[in-house]
């Protein structure tokens, strides 16, 4: 029952929502039987965790149907029906919308429905309210502009029913708030789609892009807050960025990091990361540092939390830029800080991957190893490529070479025969792979030959764990 649909979207649930959604069930119109709302009493019983094995489909059977002997298609429809009638309540309450939103979507439908009637009055009232809830908005991101730009059209529709067509219809303030909806939307999808396909192996085209740069580039558009940002977030994830642009990016980002929802502030940081991790991968290191720092502002601030809780891969970023700056005390106090606060079903196992990185670096392998064997199956193609690539090097650096080629060989053959990896990943984990056997092949008086493999090691911008690597063939000497 833990699994359920219906306790999944309970865990979404505030206190708050949870006591109005026990309101809502409760009044007759909704018609709501009985035995919905005693199945929600059950289940409400075991907040805020649902994690209590009492919580089961037949316990909750015998609470609502107590003289019944258990029929599990009985309580499967109950649940359904307890799930509908929340879905209900998402959609009349606005629950996962901020209180700005809602607001502006419940005026938006009054003065529909004022203008629909002809009630002139009402409607140029709800018009004033709605100009007020826009010009005191603080979130100006892609959702402003397309509200702004409904409100500009409601303002078209009613002048054009005042003036029968004649004089000034607003058509302007239309026509420039499309464009701003249509650029900043554009913008952000691309933003979106770049970051998306450096993780997996899909390739998007952009037929327009390129034309709303230029002109943008050359409108007063540029100087909008979230263009700018969009612009210079588009210029890092297509690898085209410096220093120089990571300063204005990360500067643009501070002062108007208020004017974003919390989901897009936290996309807009990914994108930074995202390219620290892509420059310190080619050799420039210095540029973990900088990832590093910036993880520990949004931890202090809360943007890269997601309702509470670290998605797994922000989790183990922060574990790998800590290791890579040997903080180990800071990575082990984050890790045990932190590990109940793992978004998603793999909490245990994005914990224990850490501890093994984490172990690696203390050099106690026997531990690492332990807690790698503790993973039962990966649900994820990118941890399961982390723990080949760390039980590689801990074979390597306890002498185990026989084990080591076994684990290479078997690497080998996942990343050749997963379709799931993207080009780049698979890449620059087989030039590991490849690079890992002819240094078990070397011999301690083949130096140039270690130094030719060092410095393909070097010049190589596509190789996974480069400075594990280099340190090895040094190492060799």
Known sequence: MQDSKLIQLLRWFSKEKQESLRQFLSWKMLGASDNVTLLYDFVLGFAPRFEDPKMTKENAFAYCFPKANYRELRIKQLMSELVK????????????????????????SLLDFYMRRSMTKEANYQLKVLEKLQDGAAIRDGRFYHDQFLLEIKKTQQLAGMTQRKG????????????????????????????HQEAVQVEYTFPMLESVISYVQGSDYAEVPVIQLYMEALTLLKGEGDKESLEKFSNLLDENIDSFSPNDARSLFTYVLNFCTKKAQVGEEDYYQYAF???????????????????????????????????FDFVRHFIESYKEQIHGDAGKDVCNDSYASLLFQEKAYDDAIEFLNSIQQYHDVFYDMNARRLLIKIYYEQEEFDLCTSKLNAFKRFLYYNKTISKQYQRSNLNFVLLMHKVLNLAPSQDKKRMK????????????????????????V
């Open 168 to 195: 000034d219809l607003n058509l302007q303030a239309v026509i420039n708030n499309l464009d701003l909806y249509y650029i900043v939307n554009q913008l952000e999808i691309a933003c979106f789609a770049y970051a």
């Open 453 to 476: 493999l060092a410095q393909k090691a070097k010049e190589n911008d596509q190789l996974s764990e480069r400075k594990w690597v280099l340190e090895k063939l040094e190492e060799l």
């Open 85 to 108: 009638k929340m879905e209900q309540f998402i959609a009349v309450s606005g629950t996962f919308q901020d209180n700005s939103t809602q607001q502006f979507a419940n005026n938006l």
């Open 293 to 327: 720092e910036l993880y520990k502002r949004c931890l202090k601030n809360g943007v890269i939390l997601v309702q509470g809780k670290l998605i797994q891969s922000d989790f183990t970023s922060i574990v790998k830029y800590g290791l890579q700056l040997k903080e």
